[in-house]
């Protein structure tokens, strides 16, 4: 990615990121634990190029992304389970820089 390159997407404190190796197609994964299951959880998520959203091995398809200029912002609360979740981005590039951004909110009533 250049130094020069800006995209015009942005999520509050998150940062675009991309494979050291500069590669087309880069697959980011994380491990969310949860204890109970929360009142809301949104995923806000932008691509330079494309991206496929997995929650549990299950495609989300509401929630694809497509070019550095926009957020998309989902409900994954649906796709969530009690313990542990996998949160998987398979994203591709085209050519020219690449990037990926993504925060995950998640809000718990407790009672």
Known sequence: MSAAWVWYA??????????ANNEDDVSFGI???LNRLPSTATLKV???DYAYVFING???S???PYGFQSVVTCNIL?????GYNSIRFAAT???GDAGLLFRIEITSNRT
């Open 78 to 82: 649906p796709f969530l389970v009690i």
């Open 93 to 95: 590039d085209t050519g």
């Open 10 to 19: 942005s999520i509050q404190d998150a940062q675009w990121i991309w494979s």
């Open 58 to 60: 299950q495609m989300i």
């Open 46 to 48: 932008a691509v330079d």
């Open 62 to 64: 509401a929630c694809t």
């Open 31 to 33: 491990k969310l634990e």
